[in-house]
């Protein structure tokens, strides 16, 4: 599926919309797997997935991957099936304020491994706006306190080791690759339905025999929203941004995750909370501006007459360097190097 180059504003809203989605996703998933039990509940959500997704390539006559981009998309669907098992076992055994804190260390995780992907790492600003997101997630999820850590918190803890490994590997593995969109995704979903459909078992027809009106709506919604139009968005979005960028907006999903809570569920928030939610928007548009400016800033260092990369050294770094070596003997550089 062939996009056309999009403007950075609307890569950002339809990455805020992935997060939006994956923070209704919480209540929609909780209600579901207490109906089904977990492997049920997610084998449901990525069959309807599978075959919207398979329509949708019938109808833009979409092929499926061959060669090492399957092997890619099998890889991908793997990590993917893994984060969502992980986080629907983990949210179902654990509390919603310890899920949505913990989940967000993928936040951190993943400029870092970006960094040492790529051997290239951003400004250290970047990484104090990081930290601010998860301080801000840290005051929204704890007004009602914090518990000591129980199995579905190492388990979400998992799950957000796993989610940074994901979006690191879909920026680097697909960026530059011919492949459609939608026929990597659908490759993902079959996988996912398949792993699940297996650990649920017999349990799969009989979920699918008692579930009632609410029961299908909770599937739809998580199969084509937060699976379809989440996975083709995320793949879609990280060929057109950063890994780090990405993931810094998609952070904002436990400030989704409340409003959810809030406008549906009936939960109130307080100052405290207030805060954290305000913390987590500030330090993520932050985040990404600092992110979009070290961008730039590479790639017009990178078009320097002379320019030659180093290795383990950003685009900016090799330019300071090389600007120190010019003229060591500049008061300026001896100043520079001794402090």
Known sequence: MAFRARPFPLVDL?????????????????????ETGVPAAVALRFLVAAVATALLC?????????????????????????????????????????????????????????????????????????????VGVALLVSEGGLREPTIGDGLVVAAAVVRAFHVT??????????EGSLGVVLVQMIVCAAVFTVLAGRDLSSAVAQLDASGWANVLFLGLLCSVFAFVVQLWAVRRTSASRASILMGTEPVWALLVGVLIAGEVI?????????????????????????????????????????????????????????????DRTTSRKST
Not at 294 to 318: K, M, N, W
Request: aromatic content about 4%.
């Open 14 to 34: 339809l990455l805020l919309g992935v997060a939006a989605v994956w923070g209704a996703s919480f209540l929609a998933a909780k209600d579901l797997a207490a």
């Open 58 to 134: 019938l109808a833009r006559r979409e092929t499926l991957p061959r060669g090492r981009g399957l092997l890619i998309a099998i890889v991908l669907g793997c990590s993917q099936a893994a984060i969502i098992g992980l986080e629907t076992w983990g949210v179902h055994l654990t509390s919603a304020t310890n899920a949505g804190l913990l989940i967000s260390l993928a936040v951190v995780m993943t400029p870092v491994l970006e960094g040492i992907a790529s051997r290239s790492w951003l400004p250290r600003s970047y990484f104090i706006a990081a930290v601010a997101a998860v």
């Open 169 to 178: 590997a879909s920026a680097h593995l697909t960026r530059g690759r011919t």
């Open 270 to 330: 307080g100052v405290l909370g207030a805060c954290g939610a305000v913390l987590i928007i500030a330090a993520s548009y932050a985040g990404q501006a600092i992110e979009r400016r070290h961008r730039q800033q590479a790639a017009r260092d990178a078009a320097l007459p002379g320019h030659r990369s180093e290795p383990g050294v950003s685009a900016v770094a090799a330019q300071r360097k090389r600007s120190t070596r010019a003229d060591p003997l500049d």
